[in-house]
């Protein structure tokens, strides 16, 4: 098959519209079988209930080239469950995991040309979504739903290497303690982007949230999850009903402790112990880990030891590991690796 022509290796972050979408429509109490099609426009009332008050919910996932010449995805399953808790808090019909897993085959079976070969660095990216499109004027759920995935060539994260960034402890707060933070709402995004671009203009890369309700515990990012690892080789993650539990980070205690047998924790993280860690990185599907060299403090800096030029050393090896089982290159233990044909 032959690839699109595009300039692979310096591909940014952004939408490039690609030949095929998938749509499925939830009416009368039901799904429809859902179809592939050529339009990526979509037509809905002025007062649909996505516009209105913000019913929607989203994943993300890659698929990507192999070094043997597979198409793959990355545990797909864990996106469409999910996508199904996400369903459940928002009061949106459940699409049925497998059908998920299905969808996500014809999507990136119909787009290969767009999947990026092996060694550029680049991923097809997937954007599975659901929202409520009737008319909704009183506050109250939609009744009719749509489920789409489309998919767009992506860049590498890090063009020439991941270098550390620097993140600042947010004035602002991410999610409530018994609010929605634990799912991926298209909401949870719209009221951070006041303290990114704050935290931007103030020359930061990322926010680091804190707990809402006491402010003394680590939280996340606004789209990563924090991994630490103490100067003991311990690899130390944030548990909190609050925090969207990520796919990469779930992923990465699992190599930590099963590929590379070092001792995990996910607890309560004090941000007080923060300055104690000796390496931090942040999780997501994008980048795998962002090392963090540097955490600013209304005044304090805490910087870890690897510095600001690489990652550390326990960091490197998470990466390495997990992008290895990723591309085919170490063996996937778990069956975490899914071929499209
Ligand atoms: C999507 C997301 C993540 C990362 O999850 P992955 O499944 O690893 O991509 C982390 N935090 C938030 C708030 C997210 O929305």
Redesign the pocket.
Known sequence: MDKKNIDWSNLSFGYIKTDKRFVSSYKNGAWDEGALIDDDMISMSECACVLQYAQTIF???KAYTTEDGRTVVFRPD??AE?LANSSRRMEMPVYPEDKFIEAVEKVVSANKAFVPPYGTGATLYLRPFMFGINPVIGVKPAEEFQFRIFCTPVGPYFKGGAKPITIKVSDFD?AAPNGT?FI?AGL??AMSLHAIVTAHKEGFDENMYLDAGTRTKVE??????FLFVTKDNKVVTPKSNS?????????LMIVAKEYLGLEVEEREVYFDEVKDFAECGL????AVISPVGKIYDHGKEICFPAGMEKMGPVTQKLYDTLTGIQMGRIEDKFGWVREIK
């Open positions: 994943e993300g996932l864990l996106n999910r991410r933070g991926k949870n995004y996340e990012t606004g789209g990563a999850n925090i969207l539990p990520s796919i990469t980070r779930r992923s999780c997501g599907t994008a």
